[in-house]
């Protein structure tokens, strides 16, 4: 069985500093892309950072400049430092990643259960 698991959120002043971390575990053969996407309330769920199998990242327009997307290839683990926060970035954070759990079986998209960043002004 595959889990993701995020961890990292938190409550923080605007202007301060979070690090999520989202580690994938489990039956696990091979990982593609990796992201990580958010949810305010009342409305969709949208893409925040995404990081290919070469370590490519891409950002929302949102977030460029401030967050920074990286990940750990050992250890089946994505980053999100977000730096000058801001209340609209309050939101429930989710990890996805785009795996192989069987030999000869495409890539299927897993997502972990959520972290809460709420920044405060």
């Known amino acids: 069985q595959v889990q993701l698991v995020e961890s990292g959120g938190g409550l923080v002043q605007s202007g301060g500093s979070l690090r999520l971390s989202c580690v994938a575990s489990?039956?696990?053969?091979?990982?593609?892309?990796m992201a990580w996407h958010r949810q305010a309330p009342g409305k969709q769920r949208e893409l925040v950072a995404d990081i290919t199998s070469g370590g490519r990242p891409n950002y929302a327009d949102s977030v460029k400049g401030r967050f920074t997307i990286s990940r750990d290839y050992a250890k089946n683990t994505v980053y999100l430092q977000m730096n000058s926060l801001k209340p609209e970035d309050t939101a429930l954070y989710y990890c996805?990643?785009?795996?192989?759990?069987?030999?000869?079986?495409?890539?299927?998209?897993?997502w972990g259960q959520g972290t809460q960043v709420t920044v405060s002004s």
């Open positions: 489990g039956s696990i053969i091979s990982i593609n892309a």
């Open positions: 996805n990643a785009r795996l192989q759990t069987r030999w000869y079986r495409d890539y299927e998209d897993y």
